[in-house]
């Protein structure tokens, strides 16, 4: 028997077993309808109206038959059939002949693997891709994390320097002002004794003009240095109103014992040498006390009455302590 003869053996048996099975379908199908539709009739009303609707019954399984024929062929044979033309076409090509020239199929084959090998392409570039995306935003969120942490100093910082004389490097009017008013609530709701002293260095703009700007800062830097050491308690509280202005909030002091250590601050004053020989500073002071006994409106009220003790040290001679009516 030759090589063509033995391939074509098992070609014309796959058509002839595909007629059989086409065949046998033909006969099966019939009677699994009819046995279907008799079993159906037969609940519905028995023997007796079989009988009577032979007829109908048979129109009946001759549409089903047909349908059902129809629905195999199309979704059974016709496939089975492509199968085995197929089969047959690559049986009966040679043994040389390319894959991709019989009938096609290796071609659709060729094709789907170089689909399927583009679709693996896009899918390791897209990993990487997101890879890459991860690995930058990690970045990201380490440098978000880290401004974060920066922003949060220099707010720390900005905080602290917004409440500090950028010169003196003692409080501002602001912490003063926040003081005052809170040490005022607490002596009024305790009946304690609060002290306010408003302290200007005399003639300091003669003194600038004299010495020169970097000598006037010099001054007011030991004049903040003085004060601190002077007043040393926990409630105590020295600020730079401004300019050669200076204020000392002295809670639980009375007129008599702020009168004491501010008269005893002014003769400090006199005897500090400033660099260089650049001469003497003296302190205008006026004071205000609150006191169950000597009460206040306000806080404002009781600053505004230093400020009047103030003037009038001032406009009566300098270098004196002046104390509210």
Do not use: C
Request: charged residues 25%.
């Amino acid at each position: 028997m030759t090589t063509d003869s033995l391939a074509e053996a098992p070609d014309a048996g796959g058509s002839r077993r595909l007629a059989s099975l086409r065949l046998r379908l033909a006969l099966a199908v019939p009677l699994l309808t009819s046995g279907v539709v008799l079993i159906f009739e037969w609940s519905l009303g028995g023997a007796d109206p079989i009988r009577e609707s032979l007829a109908r019954m048979a129109w009946l399984v001759l549409l089903l038959s047909v349908a059902l024929l129809l629905l195999i062929e199309a979704l059974l044979l016709r496939p089975l059939r492509r199968l085995a033309e197929g089969g047959e076409a690559m049986a009966a090509a040679p043994a040389t002949a390319p894959l991709e020239d019989v009938t096609g199929l290796g071609g659709e084959l060729g094709r789907v693997g170089r689909a399927l090998a583009q679709v693996s392409g896009l899918w390791r570039q897209q990993e990487s891709e997101a890879r890459e995306l991860r690995r930058e935003l990690a970045q990201q969120r380490q440098l978000l994390q880290q401004a974060h942490v920066a922003l949060e100093a220099n707010q720390r910082e900005l905080a602290s320097l917004a409440r500090v004389d950028p010169l003196t490097g003692i409080a501002n009017r602001l912490v003063f002002e926040e003081s005052l008013r809170r040490e005022f609530k607490r002596a009024q709701r305790l009946r304690g004794l609060l002290a306010v002293a408003v302290l200007d260095l005399d003639q300091f703009k003669q003194f600038n003009l004299a010495h020169g700007a970097a000598a006037g800062d010099a001054a007011l830097k030991r004049v903040a240095g003085l004060l601190s050491d002077r007043f040393k308690r926990d409630t105590d509280l020295v600020a730079r109103l401004g300019g050669e202005e200076f204020v000392a909030l002295l809670p639980g002091f009375g007129m008599a014992e702020a009168q004491g250590v501010l008269e005893t601050l002014r003769e400090d004053l006199r005897a500090l040498r400033l660099p260089d020989g650049q001469g003497d500073l003296t302190l205008s002071i006026g004071l205000a006390a609150a006191s169950p006994a000597h009460p206040y409106l306000s806080a404002q009220a009781l600053l505004q009455a230093a400020d009047e003790a103030l003037y009038i040290a001032k406009h009566t001679g300098r270098d004196r302590l002046s104390l509210a009516a």
